[in-house]
């Protein structure tokens, strides 16, 4: 069929007859007139009906048709036209206001795959219809809801403040990961906010804490100990915030805290002081470098720093092809949170930033999926969950039957992106 206009005769004849190649060449024309198109999307076959839902030209009562058909493929290639998928702003607007009631049918579609679809598409558009977004937020399913939840420009806060209230778990953790969280939204996140979306929200550079809520923060973290990697790392801490902490911060963390690079003589003594007042006595002390750089226990030259890190260590073996699943675990073993901090990266393809990032927000969940991205085993898994992000025994997620990941390839996914 050629970009020429149809005939109309023989058009009629296409969609009367039995050859089901013409009619679905007739259904992919863009040229084929609109009530051929409306015939054919009633077509017994379902090739001939997705051609029809891809058709441009299709007319908008034949895509509410299609919106309901029985066969997914038919809705999904309804619901990647209808978002305007490669289309320019402009063109995609004007797609969306002519077919705003099949999207809100796509958006009640009991197939997550069809309404995933919407998601993605509409995720970062600032111009998307709000109830739609908002229709997409309140979805049931994570892989639907958690990236509209994360990125959506057009969400307000009062609207993740009303979705916040009785959601589950992975919905603060979503909301907590967008780029920018007003006061408001973390105060809300910290009310009723799970444990793992708060340790995300204090991750998060863009959540916007004052120092009171900060305090607090660091008072819960007493008892509350997945709050303390990410406080340790964050950068807007008040000397007295370190030194609060210093006195009951989980020993592995001790070598984060007093190897801060904004710590002043001041500081550096306070903390040690709070360090020595410990019960359990740990060996490691913030200093100040001789160069007069503000951090501690890390040496002047830069040279040796980076031949001899940890992290030098792990890249070293990673080139050679020497990074296995038994010396990663050897390194557990001994606390080399740093040297299995940077092997995860190495062999998931992440930056070691963000690997710290997903670290620092204690979610079994993520941690799972971060390992299965490295390559390691589920049971490997459980140990970096335990070990390296401190993750109560109550929330590990076992390996299924001690062998397989218990989440499915489709949730780790989705639990990475939210890192993307």
């Known amino acids: 069929m050629t970009a ?16 089901v190649e013409e009619r679905m060449e007739l259904a992919s024309n863009p040229r084929t007139l609109p009530e051929f198109l409306y015939y054919l999307s009633e077509d017994s076959d379902v090739g001939v009906r997705r051609a029809v839902g891809e058709n441009p030209s299709t007319p908008n009562k034949a895509d509410v048709n299609l919106s309901k058909d029985y066969n997914i493929s038919v809705r999904c290639a309804v619901a990647r036209k209808i978002v305007g998928a490669g289309l320019e ?28 679809i919407l998601s993605e598409a509409l995720k970062n ?8 977004v908002l229709g997409l937020a309140r979805d ?25 209230k009785d959601a589950p778990g992975w919905v603060g953790q979503a909301i907590a990961g967008r780029d920018s969280l007003s ?51 964050r950068k807007d801490m ?43 006595k740990p060996a ?22 980076s031949a001899n890190t940890p992290e030098a260590q792990a890249r070293r073996l990673f080139e050679e092809g020497s990074l296995t699943d038994d010396v990663v675990a050897a390194a557990l073993e001994r606390w080399q949170n740093d040297f299995v901090i940077e092997a995860l990266a190495l062999r998931s393809g992440y930056r070691a930033e963000t690997v710290h990032r997903m670290v ?41 039957d001690g062998i397989d990941y218990a989440l499915s390839i489709s949730e780790m996914e989705t639990q990475l992106s939210l890192f993307d």
Not at 198 to 212: D, E, F, R, T
Not at 284 to 305: C, L, Q, T, Y
Request: hydrophobic content about 45%; aromatic content about 4%.
């Open 284 to 305: 490691v002390r913030a200093v100040i470098a001789k160069s007069g750089a503000k951090s501690a226990n890390v040496s002047s030259d830069p040279e040796a720093v």
């Open 238 to 280: 008040s000397a007295g915030m370190l030194i609060k902490l210093a006195k009951f911060v989980v020993q592995p963390l001790l070598k984060t805290l007093c190897g801060r690079k904004d710590l002043d003589q001041q500081s550096v003594s306070a903390i040690n002081k709070a360090i020595e007042s410990r019960d359990d």
């Open 140 to 164: 049931s399913d994570e892989t639907v809801a958690g990236p509209v939840l994360r990125t959506s420009p057009v969400l307000t806060d009062d609207d993740m403040v009303s979705i916040l």
């Open 360 to 400: 620092r927000v204690k979610s079994a969940r993520t941690i799972v999926a971060l390992a299965w991205k490295a390559g390691f085993s589920a049971r490997f898994a459980m140990d970096l969950q335990r070990q390296l992000a401190h993750i109560l025994p109550t929330k590990i997620v076992n390996a299924r």
């Open 4 to 19: 020429a206009a149809v005939d109309y005769d023989r058009a009629i004849n296409i969609v009367r007859g039995d050859n």
């Open 183 to 233: 006061p408001d939204l973390a105060d809300t996140l910290i009310k009723q906010g799970e444990t793992f979306a708060v340790a995300s929200m204090i991750a998060n550079p863009g959540s916007k804490l004052s120092a009171p809520v900060l305090e607090a923060l660091v008072d819960r973290s007493a008892t509350v100990t997945e709050l303390q990697p990410p406080l340790v790392d």
């Open 125 to 132: 558009d600032a111009n998307a219809p709000h109830l739609l």
């Open 89 to 116: 702003s402009e063109a995609r607007r004007d797609m969306w206001r002519m077919g705003y009631t099949i999207l809100e049918t796509l958006m009640h579609d009991t197939v997550v795959k069809v309404r995933g």
